[in-house]
């Protein structure tokens, strides 16, 4: 409650102190002040401030150096403007309601009827920011917290899972690893039993060999032995004499190719020689037949150049052709031999031949028979040619005594020739002869030396009792290969001798002996190399995976130590930890969760409140009735009223009449009725907690009876709501009405402005 | 073909004796009526080593009911090592129960199943130190009692005693076929290391928050093969109820909606009120209503009212009016239980904060 209003400087008033009480009336007659009063108490309680209309009227009308206080001064200031002047105070009889839905107190007057003076708002915003994600709320951190404490022990249980895995996998190892091992032992035992096996039916192998070699080597011993001897025999051959046998042999060869060259020489002058000798004779038949023609001719000439001086009495002589022929196919087949063949002999029966023809040809070749010349001349003339057919056979062309004696003189010329060529195929003879003798000697020569050659070459051959070149050198090439062998088996028993580790043939062949004697036969079947490589390979093999499956059980070992030591054969705490982990994970689970869940129904709630914020119909309806109550009691009977969403001018009120009427239709004095109850009723509930009202002539319209009606309202309210009354007014009747009706009234008269 | 039924988690209490017998008898009744072969008790027979010794004459007398053929093994839990001090546990006689407490495992041949019987130990950690025989043509099934690590099962056992820790390595090491696992008092099931690791659940309702039906498990194996498990309901087990009830303007209301719910004479009930009441004596009222009402019908009632707060003139607050209306709009709407979890969660918040708006503003 205010208790007192102290005016230091404002208008007319200077240090001018007024004492308030639960209801105060401020009387007086127009111009007392009553305004300015009003306007302190609006500046006192709501210190309008910068360019705020009220502000300016207030600085315009009081100046900036006004000066006004109230006690209790926490009411200073304390109201909002807008609050009193549109709802808690009644300025000079305005009754005025301007409901703005945006209005401070409009939302309080909401807030308080809904809620009953609790503001849904309020509790939204707190149910919002509990459902905010928003980081920086204390949920939202302590959520984060939580998810971050629930990741570190979800990774320590990762971390607790590995090490578990990697323990019982040591342990699984260590395990297996034994396991291998064992097997592993028993595979090396058995592959051992397996090696030694082989190497035992090697060694027996290897002796049976070491024993046969040993025996073959005594035999070579032996075989080198007998080839020396042999060779010690054939020690003629020792030395190399094939250079010389050679050199004897190309002299032998160079001989008789020489004597075979001057064999054929003679032989080739023989031949020549004949074929001069067959055409000197050749050569003397032609001469002689020339002869005997040029004989003929000669006589015919003679006869013919003797007949030019006396015919002549001639006898012919005609041929005989059958005769003729004979001798001619006889002629033909001497002249063969000459032709053909060289031979002595057939060139005798050739001459035979022909001498046989010239005789048939010339004694019965023709018949005589005596012709009578007419004329001498001409006789003779064919005498002669007969005759010379005769003779000859040939027919002479010449007709006339010149033309005949020409060609007898040119048959006699021929004969001439025929005897030049005879002599001259005569010296050639004779050179042919003397050529023949010369190659003969040569033959001789060459045939001697080819001789000593050859007895030569024997005589060598007889040095080492041989018969011929040929054994010498086979002879040779049997010494030369027994030796080679000689040499292959000493170098083969060298070797032997220093494998054996000993020097010399003797020593060796004791060793061997010795050998022989200590050792026995084995009793294992004799294998081939071939067999026992395969074996001595198998055994290799074995032994190098004994090798291999040593080193596996050695690493494996080694693991089973190396995990000895790191496997404890417990788990320790692990399990424990484990559950004690994945318990606190499970709560932090459960605690974000719930946290969630919090989040999740402050939204929840927080939406059922915002529901709630926009659902205004009951709560106008309270206010309808709230409002309709007030006005009742001020008219003095139940008047029902329609006010949606608050809005005055859709208000339809019932008039005395039962008429539903909207407010511009209704009288002034019930106007004013409806509108001081409205405000009243919105005043109550937009006040939390002390109200006040300031009336100013607020009864001006109505009738005595409301306003004693409105006046036991306010009572009322004042008495049931605590709300602290101003009454200001210039009516002495309302004073008295209201010092009815208040029990307690502190009056304050006014006087004329400034005199309090 | 071989039948065997693992249970586990009994508790027979001298605090719930006869209720904990009902249950053993029906579990013998199972065996009966399933013919089976062995029964495995994992752990956890008795609540405690008192209870073990004060109650051990009259279990023998009820297992005496065992069918001939049935042979029957239980090995210690953790609960037989409560308030046990230096006692011995061999000397308990169950018997026709084997009482298995060798260590560290106790091995049976029965009807060709190779059992092994690990007696519950402090730590199970020097188990890859066990000398486990080679494995036979028989099906191994090991028993043991104790949490798997590596399979945390939320929600139940968060107030449960410090626990021992089971590496599932144990069952491949053993070469189980089957792990009869007990200490888990909710059912699970899970195959690890080539092993079905089961845990039957507790055989009955021990505490809160035991929702599900209880259940034993029936196993049946073919030569060395566990052909079939499946679970058997302990009807005389009952079940655990949690009933949430929202308390509106008319807290009268709640005993309505206790009366739409059936419960078995076996159950435990637990109600949870929760929102705003007008008085103190007005909430020990409704809750002396509810016990009125429900607790003869049950075997066991609890009514939580932590979440249930007074505020006068809450009834006449327009504000908590209005709400609740609403929200009562979208319960009857929610479908899943979480919806109905998130709502009731969204309720008390609302209505804390318009009690202490009420209230800071008195």
């Known amino acids: 409650m205010i208790t007192k209003l102290h005016l230091e400087s404002f208008g007319l008033y200077r240090e001018v102190s007024f004492d308030l009480g639960p209801v105060t009336a401020f009387v007086g007659p127009n111009e007392s002040g009553k305004t300015t009063l009003f306007h302190a108490l609006l500046d006192c309680l709501c210190r309008p401030r910068g360019a705020s209309t009220h502000a300016r009227a207030l600085q315009s009308r009081y100046g900036k150096l006004r000066s006004c206080t109230v006690e209790p001064p926490d009411w200073d200031g304390a109201i909002p403007v807008e609050e009193f002047t549109e709802l808690l105070a009644i300025d000079s009889g305005a009754i005025t309601l301007n409901v703005s839905e945006n209005s401070d107190w409009m939302q309080a007057v909401k807030a308080n009827l809904f809620s009953g003076g609790i503001d849904p708002s309020a509790i939204t915003r707190d149910l919002r920011r509990e459902a905010s994600e928003n980081k920086t709320y204390a949920h939202m951190k302590r959520l984060k917290e939580l998810q971050s404490r629930l990741e570190s022990l979800e990774q320590e249980r990762d971390r607790l899972s590995a090490r578990r895995a990697e323990i019982l996998g040591g342990e699984r190892r260590l395990q297996q690893q034994t396991r291998e091992h064992e097997e592993l032992e028993n595979t090396l035992r058995k592959l051992q039993q397996d090696h030694t096996r082989l190497e035992k039916h090697l060694a027996a192998q290897s002796a049976a060999m070491e024993r046969r070699r040993a025996r073959a080597l005594l035999a070579k011993i032996e075989t080198v032995e007998e080839l020396e001897r042999e060779l010690e025999l054939r020690a003629a051959f020792s030395e190399d004499a094939e250079p010389q046998l050679a050199a004897l042999e190309t002299g032998m060869e160079n001989t008789r190719s020489h004597r075979e060259h001057a064999v054929v020489a003679h032989e080739h002058r023989r031949a020549e020689r004949e074929t001069a000798l067959r055409a000197h004779r050749s050569a003397e038949h032609a001469a002689a037949a020339q002869q005997q023609l040029a004989e003929a001719a000669k006589s015919l000439r003679r006869n013919l150049e003797h007949s030019r001086a006396a015919p002549i009495t001639r006898t012919k002589r005609r041929p005989r052709p059958l005769v003729l022929a004979a001798a001619g196919v006889l002629l033909a087949t001497a002249a063969v031999p000459f032709l053909v063949l060289t031979a002595p002999e057939s060139l005798v029966v050739g001459a035979a031949l022909a001498a046989g023809a010239l005789i048939l040809g010339g004694f019965a070749g023709f018949e005589q028979t005596v012709e009578h010349d007419n004329t001498p001349v001409e006789n003779a003339l064919r005498r002669a040619r007969d005759e010379w057919q005769r003779e000859t056979g040939e027919q002479l062309s010449a007709e006339s005594y010149e033309g005949l004696i020409s060609a007898l003189t040119g048959v006699e010329s021929k004969a001439a020739a025929a005897r030049d060529e005879l002599q001259r195929r005569g010296d050639e003879l004779q050179d042919q002869e003397h050529k023949l003798t010369e190659a003969r000697a040569a033959e001789q020569t060459a045939r001697r030396t080819a001789e000593a050659a050859q007895q030569e070459l024997n005589d060598w051959l007889a040095r080492y009792g041989l018969a011929g070149t040929r054994e010498y050198h086979n002879a040779r090439a049997e010494y030369r290969s027994r030796r080679q062998r000689r040499d292959e088996l000493t170098r083969e028993l060298h070797q032997a001798a220093d494998q054996y580790g000993c020097t010399g043939r003797s020593a060796l062949r004791g060793e061997l002996a010795r050998l022989l004697e200590r050792t026995t036969e084995a009793e294992v079947e004799p294998k081939d190399n071939e067999a026992l490589r395969r074996t001595e390979s198998r055994r290799a093999q074995l032994a190098q995976e004994i090798e291999q499956l040593r080193a596996r059980r050695d690493a494996a070992a080694a693991e089973i130590a190396e995990l000895r030591g790191t496997v404890k054969g417990s788990l320790g705490e692990i399990p424990e930890q484990l559950l004690d982990l994945e318990t606190r994970i499970a709560r932090l689970d459960r605690e974000i969760g719930e946290l969630n869940d919090a989040r999740e129904a402050a939204a929840i709630a927080a939406e059922i409140f915002e529901e709630l914020g926009a659902d205004f119909d009951h709560v106008l309806e309270d206010l309808a009735r709230d409002i309709q109550a007030r006005f009742g009691a001020i008219t003095g009977n139940e008047r029902r009223l329609s006010l949606p969403k608050l809005a005055v001018d859709a208000a339809e009120v019932i008039d005395a009449g039962g008429t539903a009427r909207p407010p511009a239709q209704l009288s002034k004095g019930t106007l004013d009725a409806f509108l001081l109850a409205a405000r009243i009723a919105l005043a109550l509930q937009a006040r939390d907690g002390e109200g006040i009202l300031v009336l100013d002539e607020p009864f001006q319209s109505l009738d005595t009876e409301r306003t004693l009606g409105a006046l036991k309202l306010l009572e009322h309210v004042h008495r049931e709501n605590n709300v602290q009354l101003l009454f200001f007014t210039k009516d002495e009747r309302l004073l008295d009405a209201c010092t009815a009706v208040f029990a307690e009234l502190r009056i304050h008269r006014l006087q004329l402005v400034g005199r309090a | ?362």
């Not at chain 2, 001298?14 to 008898?25: H, I, K, L, M, N």
């Not at chain 2, 011995?88 to 495992?105: H, K, N, V």
């Not at chain 2, 709502?343 to 009690?355: F, H, P």
Request: hydrophobic fraction near 40%; aromatic fraction near 8%.
């Open chain 2, 1 to 362: 073909m071989r039948k065997a039924i693992h249970a586990a988690d009994l508790h027979v209490s001298r605090s719930e004796q006869q209720y904990s017998f009902a249950v053993f008898d029906e579990l013998i009744e199972l065996c009966r009526r399933n013919e089976v072969d062995l029964l495995l008790l994992a752990g956890d027979l008795f609540d405690s080593y008192p209870d073990a010794v004060a109650l051990a004459p009259e279990l023998r007398e009820h297992a005496a009911a065992l069918p001939e053929a049935c042979r029957a093994v239980a090995i210690p839990g953790n609960h037989e090592e409560l308030l046990r001090g230096e006692e011995p546990l061999e000397t308990i006689d169950l018997g026709r129960i084997a009482w298995a407490t060798g260590s560290p495992f106790q091995r049976y041949t029965v009807c060709g199943i190779d059992l092994f019987a690990v007696p519950f130990r402090s730590s199970y950690a020097d188990y890859l130190t066990w000398e486990i025989p080679a494995a036979g043509e028989d099906p191994r099934i090991v028993m043991m009692h104790g949490t798997l690590a590596g399979m945390w099962f939320s929600g139940l056992e968060e107030t449960e005693e410090s626990t021992v820790a089971i590496d599932p390595d144990v069952f491949g090491r053993i070469g189980a076929s089957y792990a009869a696992l007990g200490h888990i008092h909710s059912a699970h099931t899970e195959e690890l290391e080539g092993c079905t690791a089961c845990y039957p659940g507790s055989a009955r309702v021990w505490r809160r928050g035991e929702n599900d039906l209880r259940a034993v498990q029936l196993l049946e194996f073919q030569g060395t093969a566990l052909t079939r498990h499946e679970r058997l309901t302990l009807t005389s087990a009952g079940r655990y109820r949690h009933l949430e009830l929202p308390v509106g303007i008319d807290p009268g209301k709640v005993l309505t909606h206790v009366d739409e719910h059936v419960f078995d004479s076996a159950d435990f009930v637990e109600l949870a009120l929760s929102g705003l009441i007008e008085t103190q004596a007005q909430s020990a009222q409704l809750v002396r209503k509810l016990q009125h009402r429900l607790g003869p019908r049950v075997r066991r009632l609890e009514i939580d009212t932590e979440h249930l707060e007074p505020l006068s003139g809450f009834a006449a607050l327009p504000l908590a009016r209005h709400f609740l209306e609403h929200w009562n709009r979208r319960w009857q709407h929610a479908a899943s239980p979480r919806e109905k979890d998130l709502l009731l969660e969204a309720r008390r918040n609302a209505l804390t904060k318009i009690k202490h708006r009420v209230e800071g503003r008195r």
